[in-house]
């Protein structure tokens, strides 16, 4: 089993910035890669950006292309999401998933495991 754990959301204003963490722990030599999505009340969960073990390859939804970057630190088992330029429609909870599949996913069926999200409030 893995584990995850997120921190780092808030309220911030409209350009501001924020870096969510990731954590991971239990069985974390499992992991291929890693990746965050985020769902606004009322609407689907979607895909933000993803990354593998190596750090070496990462993708990224075209509408956080160029504001959100995604990297990770192995030796401590964590994956960050640094989030600049915040737009209102920013807002919503942030979730960390964790797949054993050796593949870089965009969809939450790609994933194995998740955390219990984030609150990321962006205000205008």
């Known amino acids: 089993q893995v584990q995850l754990v997120e921190s780092g959301g808030g309220l911030v204003q409209a350009g501001g910035s924020l870096r969510l963490s990731c954590a991971a722990s239990?069985?974390?030599?499992?992991?291929?890669?890693m990746g965050w999505f985020r769902q606004a009340p009322g609407k689907e969960r979607e895909f933000v950006a993803a990354i593998t073990r190596s750090g070496l390859t990462t993708y990224s939804a075209d509408s956080v292309k160029g504001r959100i970057t995604i990297s990770r630190d192995n030796a401590k088992n964590t994956v960050y999401l640094q989030m600049n330029s915040l737009k209102p429609e920013d807002t919503a909870v942030y979730y960390c998933?964790?797949?054993?599949?050796?593949?870089?996913?965009?969809?939450?069926?790609?994933?194995?495991?998740w955390g219990q999200g984030t609150q990321v409030t962006v205000s205008s």
């Open positions: 239990g069985r974390t030599f499992s992991i291929y890669a």
């Open positions: 998933a964790a797949t054993i599949k050796t593949s870089l996913y965009s969809s939450r069926i790609g994933y194995d495991y």
